[in-house]
Every structure is written in C-alpha cells, then in structure tokens.
C-alpha cells in the first residue's frame, strides 16, 4: 500500500496542527508539509510534489477557490480538496467550477475526509470502521 503525499494549507496554525496530527494516525497518509498560505503553497508544489493538497477556503493572501484553480491549471496537478468552516452548496458549486475534487467541512473533517479520500486512492486508505481490528 503506497503512501499518499499531503499538504495542508490553511492560515489558522491551530487547525493546521490539529489537521497534521488527525492525519499523521493513518499510515497512508504522509504529510509532506503545512504551511499558512496559498501562496507559500503554490511556491511549494514542484519541491513536495503531493497527491493530495487539503486548502482552506477563506485566507488573506489568496483564497483557496483561487489557488484551486492555479493549482489545476499545472501539468499533471494533485488532487485538492477544499477545507472550510463555510461548507455551503454555493461553496461547493464554486469549488467544483474551479477543479476541486472535493469538499469538507473543518467541523467534520475527522470523519468526512476518509471516505472521500478512499475514492480518490482507492485500496490506499483505510476503513475507519476496522481500526483496530486485527485482520481475519
């Protein structure tokens, strides 16, 4: 089982910890970096080469619609999923209009995230609903 390499970006280093740290319980997921900023995160994409980018919606350099939509418009782009507080349908709307591959709730990102995630990289992520349960 391959590893997915992820980045979070969100301008609130709270969230970013607590996100690092519900992430870094899964095996599968590697975090390659967190950083503040949309634009730190575009600057970073050729040195980290992720799979899977996790933006927050709403940050004060550039939002996460944009760097969305800049980050699509590269060759062979990662997946991105969009991490909000504003988890609305118009949100989700304007994420998926500008590439997004998905969209979750921060309030709900502990157990939404997975089964999205599970779709992208399918056999790569694991079942919330076997953790710790020994193989059979």
Do not use: C, W
């Amino acid at each position: 089982m391959r590893t997915v390499r992820t980045l979070i970006v969100d301008d609130n280093t709270r969230f970013l910890d607590a996100a690092a740290r519900l992430l870094a319980t899964y095996d599968q997921i590697e975090i390659v970096g967190a950083v503040p900023s949309a634009r730190e995160a575009l600057a970073k994409l050729p040195e980290l080469h992720p799979a899977l980018v996790l933006m927050d919606l709403v940050m004060p350099d550039m939002n996460g619609l944009e760097a969305t939509a800049e980050i699509k418009r590269r060759p062979f782009p990662p997946y991105v999923v969009i991490v909000t507080l504003e988890d609305t349908p118009e949100h989700r709307l304007r994420a998926k209009d500008v590439g997004a591959d998905g969209v979750v709730g921060k309030v709900g990102l502990a157990t939404d995230l997975l089964p999205l995630l599970r779709t992208m990289f399918p056999g790569d992520m694991p079942d919330p609903s076997t953790r710790g349960v020994e193989p059979a």
